[in-house]
């Protein structure tokens, strides 16, 4: 049964991907939980499931996943489908080995090092003397908790052994930066407290001025200021914090600088768009997920470090003999560099994908999409009941209707016109909320099989829905 239940559950799935682009059927479908309940029976049972009910199943889950393979899903930072990626995650399924030894994963391992000094030499980690390091881990959120204990063990030399012992630590990264930095705070026993926010300009990128006010603020106070976390490419406004100023403040204060390049790191493949991480070769270590803009799927993402030797000092453990043999292969094991010990072979689908394309495949990621972008921006500014909230520096497209037009501009009604996109399939996109708590759509521009006039006609039904909604309104006041 379970070579047949592979044949029939492949070609549901190949069909799911051929239609996938255009007529990928709904976006999205059911939010009730009842309703999923009903229409499947997801208990696991005493006596296994027949293979009609298996296959079933299969067609279920793809009909009520939410269609990222759309060129209208633009929700989230990830879309898309990468056919050479994907050829990669089944190779490391099928094969199905751990990262954690060149014994286990000979080949993985390799690519692994070609990736990660692929990306070491253009960032300039990797120069005359020096060559950087790096490891793939579990996402953006787990890379910005690794720098954050790199600095953390360098601030306090004892701390891998003894703790943090009463030190007090503060760290510091701009308003807009991703949450995960107040969640690692508080894992890796520092306090959420302990991160201090410095505000952010009329563009989204963090404010120098202010950034050296409040590390002078915390020394006055008896902290110890260890790490500064600067964003290439914020998560809500996709701004980039001013990279070479910041790293002259952290040189200054001797405090260790990370750059969280989660969603935007990828502009380092863009000789137009590069200076947008001007100065990078100056950070300590640098991040950028492979499973969003650059379209492998999730999870693969890159931690690099400048000084070669910071992962086994800080990750490695000294009991871990039974695993990591000595034997020539001892210097290649990528295991004592990481956190995790089993660790799938994600380097697979990311090395697929970049030798397919090559550089000038992953330059053209960048170019094209930000240059739809600038179309988008300027469609929006031409009608006069749109606003732009921050000038785009990268591919988040944040706007709402003016709140001086006459149409509806209430944070519900944003949040009906949403979920008419959504009912109607017309696009799959995400809406945040401001400083004062007013929502706005942020449309993220990375899907290089959305065609520009299908933005546009985005644009037109969020303008003809609010419309739309004025005449409810009106309807609703005459009927009470
Ligand atoms: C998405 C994102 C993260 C988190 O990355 P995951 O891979 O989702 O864990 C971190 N930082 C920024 C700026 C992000 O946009």
Redesign the pocket.
């Given at each position: 049964m379970n070579t047949r239940l592979l044949h029939r559950s492949f070609r549901i799935m190949n069909s799911y991907i051929n239609r996938g682009l255009r007529r990928p059927g709904k976006l999205s479908t059911k939010f009730s939980i009842k309703e999923l309940k009903e229409e499947q029976d997801l208990k696991i049972k005493y006596l296994g499931a027949k293979e009609d009910e298996l296959v079933s199943f299969v067609k279920f889950y793809l009909k009520n996943s939410t269609k990222s393979i759309s060129s209208r899903f633009n929700n989230q930072?990830f879309s898309g489908h990468n056919k050479a990626a994907l050829v990669g995650d089944l190779l490391a399924a099928v094969t199905n080995t751990t990262m954690a030894t060149f014994e286990a994963s000979p080949v993985g391992t390799l690519l692994e090092e070609e990736l990660v000094d692929s990306i070491n030499r253009i960032i300039g980690f990797t120069n005359k003397g020096n060559k950087g390091e790096g490891i793939m881990t579990?996402?953006?959120?787990?890379?910005?908790m690794l720098a954050l204990i790199c600095a953390r063990n360098n601030s306090i030399k004892e701390c891998k052994n003894k703790g943090v012992y009463g030190e007090s630590l503060v760290g510091f990264v701009s308003e807009d930066?991703?949450y995960?930095f107040a969640k690692m705070f508080n894992i890796i026993g520092i306090g959420s407290e302990n991160l201090l926010k410095v505000k952010t300009d009329s563009n989204g990128q963090m404010d120098t001025l202010d950034l050296e006010k409040k590390i002078q603020t915390s020394v006055t106070h008896g902290k110890k200021p260890f790490f500064i976390g600067a964003?290439?490419?914020?998560?809500v406004y996709g701004a980039f914090d001013p990279i070479d100023k910041v790293s002259k403040i952290a040189e200054k204060y001797n405090i260790y600088l990370h750059v969280?390049?989660?969603?935007?790191g990828p502009v380092i493949f863009s000789q137009k768009h590069f200076d947008l991480i001007k100065g990078i070769e100056k950070v300590d270590s640098f991040?950028m997920?492979a499973?969003?803009l650059l379209g492998v799927p999730?999870?693969a993402?890159f931690f690099l470090v400048k000084k070669s030797g910071t992962l086994l000092s800080n990750f490695s453990e000294d009991n871990s003999e039974y695993l990591f043999h000595q034997d020539s292969n001892e210097n290649i094991n990528l295991g004592p560099k990481s956190i995790q010990c089993g660790r799938r072979v994600d380097a697979l689908k990311v090395w697929f994908s970049w030798k397919a394309k090559g550089y000038s495949g992953l330059e053209q990621i960048v170019d094209k999409n930000i240059n739809t972008m600038q179309c988008i921006v300027n469609y929006i500014k031409s009608v006069p009941e749109l606003e732009i909230i921050k000038n785009p520096m990268y591919l988040n497209v944040c706007f709402r209707i003016k709140s001086n037009s006459n149409i509806p501009t209430q944070n519900s009604d944003l949040l009906k016109v949403r979920g008419r996109l959504i009912e109607n399939n017309d696009f799959y996109i995400n809406y945040s909320k401001d400083k004062n708590g007013l929502l706005f759509f942020r449309l993220i521009v990375l899907n290089l099989n959305t065609k520009l006039k299908e933005y546009y006609l985005l644009i037109d039904k969020i303008l003809k829905y609010s419309r739309e909604l004025v005449n409810t309104k009106n309807d609703t006041i005459i009927a009470t």
């Open positions: 930072l579990t996402g953006g959120s787990q890379a910005n930066c991703h995960s964003t290439a490419g914020t998560t969280d390049g989660a969603w935007g991040s997920d499973h969003k999730l999870t993402t």
